[in-house]
């Protein structure tokens, strides 16, 4: 079955260290988000690749980072400088080579808690 | 830059009965997608309905319809014969024309409960 994964569902960090939550397509879709969601916020953009070797900031990208070296993968990294990780992060991807198309297919998500 | 604004933090309603969401956004794009995006407490996001700008013909899937008021910048979502499984959050959500870069802008989101 197509979609997206990511891991791991849950994930615990010691104040001071990086993590990076893993996210993988199988849809064949160029582009590639990653947004975090809060209680009462919404979901906020973190970063988005639109092809491979290419990725732009969103509107709360700093204390992440992000690569995208392959179509399938774009993980993020939450590093130390990241002032409040505590959240629940999803990812996601879209075909916007797709006339017409827009919609964004999304994965399960990963909780993040800092300890 | 675009916004989205959901002013109904939390609704419900009983099972069968029919619920509006309401949503607002600004832009001064003319062409554009909206989005309602819903979010049940598995918390993955499941895409409910889309509506095109250009489209003057409110969009429908099933029991789901739209309300769509560009004039106005209005766009609520109509859910008829509510479900328990209609139980979640809610998101409207925003996209420019799709071309490469557009990305989704969301509104805070509603909470809707369906009671039996």
């Known amino acids: 079955d197509g979609g997206i994964t990511q891991s791991p569902k849950y994930l615990f960090r010691k104040e001071g260290q990086n993590v990076t939550l893993s996210c993988e397509q199988n849809?064949?879709?160029?582009?590639m988000y990653w947004y975090r969601q809060d209680p009462g916020q919404g979901l906020r953009l973190i970063y988005y690749s639109q092809i491979v070797n290419d990725f732009q900031k969103g509107d709360i990208a700093e204390g992440y980072s992000v690569s995208r070296e392959k179509k399938e993968s774009f993980p993020l990294t939450v590093t130390s400088a990241q002032k409040n990780p505590t959240a629940f992060y999803l990812c996601a991807s879209s075909n916007w080579r797709e006339r017409g198309a827009g919609e964004q297919f999304f994965g399960p998500g990963t909780r993040l808690t800092v300890l | 830059a675009q916004t989205v604004t959901q002013s109904q933090p939390e609704m419900s309603v009983q099972e069968a009965e029919t619920v509006t969401l309401s949503c607002t956004y600004d832009?001064?794009?003319?062409?554009?997608?909206l989005f309602w995006y819903k979010q049940p407490p598995s918390r993955q996001m499941i895409l409910v309905i889309r509506q095109e700008a250009y489209k003057q013909q409110n969009a429908t899937e099933n029991r789901f319809s739209v309300n769509f008021q560009k004039a106005a910048k209005s766009f609520s979502l109509k859910i008829s014969d509510s479900q328990l499984g209609d139980t979640a959050m809610y998101f409207c959500?925003?996209?420019?024309?799709?071309?490469?870069?557009?990305?989704?802008?969301f509104g805070k989101g509603m909470k809707l409960t369906v009671n039996p």
């Open positions: 959500a925003f996209m420019k024309q799709p071309g490469g870069s557009e990305k989704l802008v």
């Open positions: 832009t001064s794009e003319s062409n554009y997608y």
């Open positions: 849809l064949n879709h160029d582009a």
